[in-house]
């Protein structure tokens, strides 16, 4: 039963995903999919895009936002963290109900759309003003706008209080930023304010450093090249459930980092390495792979992939920076 749920699944991410695909198509400077792990369940990134403005947003595309577990988030966001990028999630429904379109839900402190509103946003076509927190609905609103705006009317915090069923705490919170109003509080202050009050919600922005997780390493060369990078002033993430296993970025020197593990075959580091070089095109790190096995490290010129030993990287990583 757990296999049939799992591929049915896993057919409908697929299907999410050729609806994503085809949102962006055409309204993005560019973008790649990946299919590493080969299984969606997981994967922590499913698409890597830049906006027309040059921002760099990494998706995790899936039906049933329920089957998004907080190890792929936490993930998700201390990549993006490590590469100054945003972290979004697509789904098209959540427990078998299916999310609204043209506003953003959030799971894990990351936001969630679905690829109906993705598309009118790559495109221009739609603005977010509406998030679901919780079991709430609410709406951002510019706090200095609302209260120039009450002061020009004459209106005290307690008249606006009592005409939108607050209380006078709750609209002085609204007025410093601390909080925002749920749905049916925000179309009061609108009525009385105008709609110039209202601040989209922009749902590609950068991952603060400050909400990334750190994921600790499994080998002892992941660990080295992480303290060398973290030593030299890079910002770091390592992962799990993507094709890049170590990230860094320091001053616009973005570098990534794909690691044999174990027994990994020969196939699998080769698809890896096929990812993770859509992956850095899109979000222009420099690419490497990393093999501390001389018959692997052979193989794989075979096959003209560039791949170095541990201590190879550290010295490649001191000639960036100098170079930088």
Known sequence: MAVEWMLMESKSSTETLYKVIGAIYGNVKDF?????????????IDVGLKLKDGRLTLLKVVDDLNYV??????????????MNAGALIVASRVGGKELLDDMAYEKH?????????????????????????????????NSEILRRKRLKLGLSLGNVAHAIGASRRTVYEYERGSIEPALDKAQKLVEMFGEDILVSIDVFKRVKHSEAM?????????????????QTGFRVAHAKKTTFDIVGNRGGVKISLVIRHGRESIDSIINKYINSKR????????????????????????????AYTTREIIDIIKRELKES
């Open 69 to 82: 577990s907080k190890a792929e988030i936490e993930e998700l966001k201390s990549i993006a963290s490590a």
């Open 214 to 230: 750190r994921i600790k390493p499994d080998l002892d060369c992941e660990n080295i090249i992480l303290k060398t990078l973290s």
């Open 109 to 141: 402190g990351i936001k969630v759309i679905t690829p109906e509103t993705l598309r009118g946003l790559v495109s221009g076509k739609v603005s977010i003003y509406v998030y679901q927190s919780g079991e709430t609905f609410k709406v951002k609103v």
């Open 32 to 44: 790649t999919v990946l299919d590493y792990p080969r299984s969606p369940s997981r994967r922590s």
């Open 279 to 306: 992956l850095s095109r899109v979000a222009e790190t420099k690419n490497y792979t990393v093999i501390d096995d001389n018959d692997i490290l052979r193989l794989l010129k075979k096959e003209d992939i560039e």
